[in-house]
T-cell receptor, first 114, second 113 residues
Framework: LAKTTQPISMDSYEGQEVNITCSHN???????ITWYQQFPSQGPRFIIQ???TKVTNEVASLFIPADRKSSTLSLPRVSLSDTAVYYC???????????????FGQGTTLQVKP | DAGVTQSPTHLIKTRGQQVTLRCSPK?????VSWYQQALGQGPQFIFQ???????QRGNFPDRFSGHQFPNYSSELNVNALLLGDSALYLC????????????FGPGTRLTVT
C-alpha cells in the first residue's frame, strides 16, 4: 500500500494561502489522491480528489506533478474556521488494493491565527 | 437531504460488556464503512458492508462484527469490551463500495470503564 507522509502541523494567518504537501513515493499507477478535512469531534469531510495535474473545486485546489510522487493541497485565503486536521490518502483506482478502504495517517494539523 | 446519522452520540460501558452502534447512510448511498478513531490519531478502518455482506475488513479482532440491513443501514457490534476500545466510532457511506469519496457521520463516543 502506498504510504503518505505529511507535516505534523502548520500555522498560518487569516487571509493567507496555505499549501500542504504530501509525499507518496510508492503511489501505484491506478491510485488516486484524496484529501479529507476533520474538525474536532466531527467525522472527516471529503475535500478533493485527483489523479494528475490540477483539480480545483469551490473549497481547494490539488496540484499533482507529473511523477505523482507528491501532491499539494492549496487552501486560498484561509479563515479561522479552516483550523482542522487535513489528511492525504492514496488508493481507490481500479485494481488498487485499498479501494474503498480509507487509510488515514496522522494528518496535518493546521492552525489559523487571527 | 439528511446526511449520515449515528446513534447514540455517547455511550459508557463497563469492561466485558457488549455494545451496538447504529448508522443510517446518506440518501442514495448503498455502502457503509466503519472506522475507529482513538484520541489524537487518524481513523482506522474496521470493515465495510455492501449488499448486506462484509466486503473488506481491517486489522480488528472478531470481537468486532457488523450487519447491514436491506435499507442500507448498518450496525457495529463489539463484544467483550476492553478499556482500549474507548474511541470515537465513525460510520461513513458512499455510492459504491470501491469509492474513496465517503461521507462521515458525527460519530459515537464510546467510553469503556
Amino acid at each position: 500500500l502506498a504510504k503518505t507522509t505529511q507535516p505534523i502541523s502548520m500555522d498560518s494567518y487569516e487571509g493567507q494561502e496555505v499549501n500542504i504537501t504530501c509525499s507518496h513515493n510508492n503511489i501505484a499507477t491506478n491510485d488516486y489522491i484524496t484529501w479529507y478535512q476533520q474538525f474536532p469531534s466531527q467525522g472527516p469531510r471529503f475535500i478533493i480528489q485527483g489523479y494528475k495535474t490540477k483539480v480545483t473545486n469551490e473549497v481547494a485546489s490539488l496540484f499533482i506533478p507529473a511523477d505523482r510522487k507528491s501532491s499539494t493541497l492549496s487552501l486560498p485565503r484561509v479563515s479561522l474556521s479552516d483550523t482542522a486536521v487535513y489528511y492525504c490518502l492514496v488508493g481507490d483506482g481500479p485494481g488498487s488494493s485499498n479501494t474503498g478502504k480509507l487509510i488515514f495517517g496522522q494528518g496535518t494539523t493546521l492552525q489559523v491565527k487571527p | 437531504d439528511a446526511g449520515v446519522t449515528q446513534s447514540p452520540t455517547h455511550l459508557i460501558k463497563t469492561r466485558g460488556q457488549q455494545v451496538t452502534l447504529r448508522c443510517s447512510p446518506k440518501s442514495g448511498h448503498d455502502t457503509v464503512s466503519w472506522y475507529q478513531q482513538a484520541l489524537g490519531q487518524g481513523p482506522q478502518f474496521i470493515f465495510q458492508y455492501y449488499e448486506e455482506e462484509e466486503r473488506q475488513r481491517g486489522n480488528f479482532p472478531d470481537r468486532f462484527s457488523g450487519h447491514q440491513f436491506p435499507n442500507y443501514s448498518s450496525e457495529l457490534n463489539v463484544n467483550a469490551l476492553l478499556l482500549g476500545d474507548s474511541a470515537l466510532y465513525l460510520c461513513a457511506s458512499s455510492r459504491k463500495a470501491r469509492s474513496h469519496e465517503q461521507y462521515f457521520g458525527p460519530g459515537t463516543r464510546l467510553t469503556v470503564t
